[in-house]
Antibody
Framework: QLQLQESGPGLLKPSETLSLTCTVS??????????WGWIRQPPGKGLEWIGSIHYSGSTYYNPSLRSRVTISVDTSRNQFSLKLTSVTAADTAIYYCARLGIYCSGDNCYLSYFDPWGQGTLVTVSS | SYELTQPPSVSVSAGQTASITCSGD??????ASWYQQKPGQSPIVVIYQDTKRPSGIPERFSGTSSGNTVTLTISGTQAMDEADYYC?????????FGGGTKLTVL
């Protein structure tokens, strides 16, 4: 059974860099049929996709965060990571990692849905 | 930027049918997924590719697509279905979530 677990600091000061890691168990981050993603949720608000990565290095980022985000994968540790620079209070949120499936139709493949999700980790940005 | 529009709230009496809509300009060209999130829990997918139900999701959950609107229907709604529901779709490899709908079971 595939499981994901986020880890990283829960409290940051403004202007610092947020760094989170997602550890994958019960499956391989090197699966060719999977992307891996980060999604966040400010307290009491909705979901916002941050970005996704394939073990090959292919990445997609939310245009609104692209200038501050880097997602990377470490196949040797079966992990993928998120870095978000120059954080502000607006970046306070629960951060989730999730597997992103791919479906193919004919010769074309498309990004699909997020499943499963990690339990989430609350990151608070405060001076 | 691409947006998906959901009603903020829907109420339904227990045992009745609940319908939650999600509208977006490109939904006719892209598949959508639906996620259920209960308080303090991570989201889980209940419908993917507009109409497919993952294993383990009760049959009372179904999805339909018509034009630029996708709909999540819960038949015979139970108290345990009270949750926030989010639709999600893709726009040029960018994931977009709807604002979420709070389902209240009366």
């Amino acid at each position: 059974q595939l499981q994901l677990q986020e880890s990283g600091p829960g409290l940051l000061k403004p202007s610092e860099t947020l760094s989170l890691t997602c550890t994958v168990s019960g499956g391989s981050v090197s699966s060719s049929s999977s992307y891996w993603g980060w999604i966040r949720q400010p307290p009491g608000k909705g979901l916002e996709w941050i970005g996704s990565i394939h073990y090959s290095g292919s990445t997609y980022y939310n245009p609104s965060l692209r200038s501050r985000v880097t997602i990377s994968v470490d196949t040797s540790r079966n992990q993928f990571s998120l870095k978000l620079t120059s954080v502000t209070a607006a970046d306070t949120a629960i951060y989730y990692c999730a597997r992103l499936g791919i479906y193919c139709s004919g010769d074309n493949c498309y990004l699909s849905y997020f499943d499963p999700w990690g339990q989430g980790t609350l990151v608070t940005v405060s001076s | 930027s691409y947006e998906l529009t959901q009603p903020p709230s829907v109420s339904v009496s227990a045992g009745q049918t609940a319908s939650i809509t999600c509208s977006g300009d490109k939904l006719g060209d892209q598949y959508a997924s639906w996620y259920q999130q209960k308080p303090g829990q991570s989201p889980i997918v209940v419908i993917y590719q507009d109409t497919k139900r993952p294993s383990g999701i009760p049959e009372r959950f179904s999805g339909t697509s018509s034009g630029n609107t996708v709909t999540l229907t819960i038949s015979g709604t139970q108290a345990m279905d009270e949750a926030d529901y989010y639709c999600q779709a893709w726009d040029s490899n960018t994931a977009v979530f709807g604002g979420g709908t709070k389902l209240t079971v009366l």
